[in-house]
């Protein structure tokens, strides 16, 4: 594999990873707080579609953001009345709201624009176009680095960056703030924040919601960034894989850009056959099957062999209830 | 670990479930589902047997395959033919798209039932089902394109793609500036496979030394639904220097094509005339008449012939689109080349390789 190509891929690796990396964010603050959340794809879907929509309609990717965001935020506030106001199992509560979100976005879709559950394919405007960076052609002479930051670093879309922004910002509020501190606690001992006199159920929501704005970026990603509209299902089950990753990263924040970085690049391998073909021994003929699930077989492989004992957060799952 | 083992559970019913839901819808006129019994019947047709009229309300049925049939190509064509007949005639038929592999017998079933004929479907997946499905109900016609099933009571139409990949990749070949021009597949299948063998034929007859790159999306029919992947599978292949890509993949062409206009580099269509996606971003479309094959299908109705019928260049089931949106694209020596080249494959002169004849394909 020459230079070039692993630019390539580094590149499509960026791209892949991305609403990985801003579903398995999402996700940590929410499991962070004690709240499971399997209902990371479903939130996804309802924000790519809605942002689609309405990017669709009103010619304006911000604005098919907001959408995105507002359902993916609807979806969460049902996820948090289920599982923190009224204690529900927070696994069936997220596996139904995943369910919901598969039939209602096709539903809803067609019904606006009967194309098959499609929604309008997206230009201009209507999409976060990709931004090159100041000297990138400049820079791209540079040997090794420059055509690093010119194809891998620049070029990309406006929310890979934040995708990106978001890491170290979570490190920092998980980290180096008093709600950071609350927030984590709420997720091992409830009890003992709640006797310092800090309310657990706001705690609580206040994660949900991120993970709704967070998971609604994502979904908007899909839809307005990545491709030209939503399509049905085309979350794909990223939210399971961010799931995954979240464990493999131990759910901290910088694990998690590492982890999910590493499955996009197995994806974008997997994309690759004829690389592969050509690093393996003899030339021998690697069926697409085996690629595809290559990211799969090393998450397996990774998972029992170098990541160790993986322990979630100790409250995760429970309903808090006051003691009387 | 318990809730990591729930969640995977949780993961394998939804997808299990997902597979199980069937939708039925009635015809796209919007008409309500004809039911015999409903009908008041003027006096003179009151004597006609029930079975009779059960048939003749029922009408045609057709069902689409998982690409689903808004995908701007193979099924969308096979739907248009339909909505053809419907306007003109002023009857409904009867549609299903597939959600999952399982449902195939049980939507022909269901149809044949219900007294729909014929019955037409789209995609080869059909084959094997349609071969075992067909002899319980003689008294139903079926069609099927893209396979050949051999019982007396099926029209099978299978068309000589590699004729009209020929005329585009000679097309491919003439625009590339790099010396280089993609080709991505949905699901690798031989009929898939066929397009690719003809497209590289038609790019190394117009210019022996060009570099032909191909991917296939996938090895299960959901590569026919996969844009993200086709998006990306197209960007590889710009980077491999490709700068003209054909994309033989039902939705997941809509990425391809995306990705290619995105890029600033010609993208090919398929099936239907997909000109108008990206007006002066894609080069031309091959096209495969699908819609005439349902068409006269549905027009013939229950009456119609059965047996195989391979539709090619020189009947006009295969052919390669010219629109006001790639007209600048193609240039008057293009154009000259790929109509001679069409004429010499109708004589006989020029004979394309068919992948499916033997696996394997002479020039890669």
Redesign the interface.
């Known amino acids: 594999m020459d230079y070039?190509?692993l630019i390539?891929i580094l590149?499509?690796t960026l791209?892949?990873g991305t609403p990985l990396l801003l579903a398995c964010i999402a996700g940590l603050y929410s499991e962070r707080a004690g709240i499971?959340d399997?209902g990371l794809e479903g939130k996804m879907l309802m924000a790519a579609m809605a942002s689609g929509a309405v990017a669709a309609l009103s010619g304006s990717a911000w604005i098919g953001l907001a959408a995105g965001i507002t359902a993916s935020l609807l979806f969460a506030a049902i996820h948090g009345l289920a599982s923190i106001t009224f204690r529900g199992n927070q696994?069936?509560s997220?596996?139904a709201l995943?369910?919901v979100a598969?039939?209602a976005t096709i539903l809803i879709a067609q019904t606006a624009f009967g194309?098959?559950?499609?929604t309008p394919?997206l230009d201009g405007a209507a999409r976060f176009q990709a931004i090159t960076l100041p000297f990138a052609e400049a820079l791209s002479g540079v040997p090794f680095l420059g055509p690093f930051y010119a194809k891998v670093i620049s070029g990309q879309s406006l929310l890979v960056y934040l995708a990106l922004a978001i890491v170290p910002a979570t490190w920092w509020l998980l980290y180096r703030t008093r709600f950071g501190l609350r927030l984590r606690a709420v997720g091992e001992n409830p009890e003992s924040v709640d006797t310092a006199g800090v309310s657990v159920i706001r705690l609580r929501y206040t994660a949900v919601a991120l993970t709704g704005v967070l998971c609604g970026i994502a979904g908007a990603y899909?839809a307005t960034s990545?491709?030209?509209g939503f399509?049905?299902e085309?979350t794909?089950g990223r939210g399971?894989i961010a799931?995954a990753a979240l464990?493999f990263a131990k759910w901290r924040p910088w694990q998690a850009l590492w982890a999910t970085m590493l499955f996009g690049f197995l994806q974008?391998l997997a994309?690759?056959?004829?690389v592969i073909e050509a690093m393996s021994p003899g030339s021998l003929t690697i069926?697409?099957?085996f690629l595809?699930a290559l990211p799969y077989l090393l998450t397996v492989i990774v998972l029992a062999g170098f990541v160790g004992r993986a322990i979630?957060p100790r409250a995760?799952?429970q309903p808090y209830v006051k003691e009387r | 670990m318990k809730n990591v083992l729930l969640g995977t559970v949780a993961f394998l019913a939804v997808a299990a479930v997902g597979g199980y839901v069937l939708v039925l819808k009635p015809g796209a006129s919007s008409a309500p589902q004809p039911t015999p019994a409903a009908e008041p019947a003027p006096a003179a047709a009151a004597p006609a047997s029930p079975a009779a009229d059960a048939s003749a309300a029922a009408g045609p049925a057709l069902i689409f395959d998982l690409g689903g049939k808004f995908d701007k190509s193979f099924n969308e064509a096979a739907f248009n033919g339909a909505q053809k007949w419907a306007a003109e005639t002023g009857a409904t038929f009867k549609e299903l798209e597939m959600q999952s592999e399982a449902q195939r017998e049980q939507a022909l079933r269901r149809f044949a039932e219900a007294g729909a004929n014929p019955i037409a479907m789209t995609g080869f997946a059909f084959g094997d089902v349609l071969n075992t499905v067909a002899p319980d109900y003689p008294d139903t016609k079926f069609v099927i394109v893209d396979a050949v099933v051999d019982q007396p009571n099926v029209r099978s139409v299978v068309f000589q793609e590699e004729q009209g990949s020929y005329l585009v990749g000679m097309m491919a070949a003439m625009a590339s500036k790099t010396g280089t021009v993609g080709f991505v597949g949905g699901m690798d299948i031989p009929l898939i496979r066929k397009f690719e063998c003809g497209y590289a034929q038609g790019a190394k007859a117009a210019k022996p030394e060009i570099k032909v790159v191909y991917n296939m999306t996938g090895t299960t029919p959901a590569a026919w639904n996969d844009p993200v992947k086709g998006s990306e599978l197209t960007k590889a292949q710009i980077a491999q220097g490709a700068d003209v890509v054909f994309a033989a993949a039902g939705s997941t062409g809509l990425g391809i094509l995306q990705t290619a206009a995105d890029e600033n580099i010609l993208g090919i269509g398929v099936d239907s005339n997909q000109n108008f996606l990206h007006p002066g971003k894609i080069l031309t479309s091959m096209i495969k008449r699908v819609d005439v094959t349902i068409y006269d299908a549905f027009k013939e109705g229950a009456a119609m012939k059965t047996g195989t019928v391979v539709a090619g260049l020189k009947d006009d089931g295969i052919g390669y689109a010219m629109d006001e949106n790639n007209a600048k694209l193609v240039t008057p020596e293009m154009k000259a080349a790929v109509d001679a080249a069409a004429e010499k494959i109708k004589s006989g002169e020029i004979k394309v390789h068919d992948y499916m004849t033997d696996n394997t394909c002479p020039v890669n």
């Open positions: 070039t190509t390539e590149g499509s791209r892949l499971f399997i696994l069936i997220g596996v995943n369910f598969s039939g194309q098959g559950g499609r394919p899909m990545l491709q030209a399509g049905r085309m794909a399971y799931l464990i974008a994309l690759r056959p004829d069926p697409v099957s595809d979630p995760g799952g």
